[in-house]
């Protein structure tokens, strides 16, 4: 890439933000990091619409990391409800609980201790450096994916690696502002995903998302939905549910292998 066309792409890019960017998300309102990782984590695999009425939602009820820490895992599961992948809220709870008790409070801002809170991969990591520090670090998720793809991979076979698009990012990250750009470049890419750009098959990364419906995600959301509430046993979840018992069943041991669950007799409850 020359220097002409990293000028020409990053006009593109900033030139839809400023006109058409979703500048009024709550969570780009805030510094806090805690209220960034909560989006960041929300964010996964669920779409902004759904997530902005639970991000309040789940702020009102643990303002801070602390008052996430400090309460039950059921009444986290219980406000988290309606998003779905429960690991998720489980992960916050025990990144909380890390900063909380080990670190007296104080959220890491290096990119290498980031990763060491549960639930923090590379992607998070770099994002609540960039959000909450404005710290440029290179990152990339989907919508970031689409708008490299489309702009220098349109022509391209299936296959192209996330390592290819990290060299681009890093060429054309603002780092003077990697707050705003990335911003910008999820913005961006959003448009053009809901124009109809498809051009994310040819990441190599891209895999179809299995059906929902009818799946054994299906069965368990349904369990921790009736668990979140009150406690029931195999044969009370199966009438309630539907499901067939031996779903029911596999999904129970998942569960409870997972630790969100136990068993006391017949019984099923949140851990």
């Not at 991000?55 to 996430?68: D, H, Q, S, V, W």
């Amino acid at each position: 890439m020359n220097e002409r066309e990293k000028t020409a792409f990053i006009k593109v890019v900033y030139g839809y933000y400023k006109k058409l960017g979703r500048h009024d998300l709550p969570w780009r309102k805030t510094r806090d990091p805690y209220k960034i990782a909560v989006s960041e984590l929300m964010l996964q695999q669920t779409q902004v619409t759904r997530v902005i009425e639970k991000y309040k939602e789940f702020l009102k009820a643990f303002p801070t990391m602390k008052a996430l820490a400090e309460v039950p895992l059921q009444q986290v599961l219980l406000v988290w409800s309606g998003l779905g992948y429960n690991r998720r809220a489980r992960f916050l709870q025990r990144m909380a609980q890390a900063v909380t008790e080990e670190r007296k409070g104080k959220f890491p801002k290096e990119f290498n201790e980031l990763l060491t809170l549960p639930g923090i991969g590379h992607y998070t990591a770099g994002a609540i450096s960039a959000f909450a520090y404005n710290i440029p670090v290179s990152i990339i998720e989907t919508n970031i994916r689409t708008v490299y793809l489309h702009h220098f991979y349109h022509d391209s076979e299936v296959g192209v690696s996330d390592k290819d698009l990290m060299v681009l990012i890093e060429e054309t990250l603002d780092k003077d502002n990697p707050r705003e750009w990335y911003w910008a470049l999820m913005d961006y890419g959003s448009h053009l995903k809901a124009s109809g750009i498809k051009i994310h098959r040819n990441s190599a990364q891209y895999k179809k998302q299995s059906t929902f419906k009818g799946s054994l995600r299906e069965v368990r959301g349904g369990i921790m939905k009736i668990l979140t509430t009150y406690s029931a046993t195999a044969q009370k979840l199966h009438t309630i549910l539907s499901f067939d018992m031996d779903r029911i069943e596999k999904a129970l041991e998942q569960l409870m292998k997972e630790e969100f669950i136990v068993k006391k007799g017949k019984t099923f409850s949140i851990k």
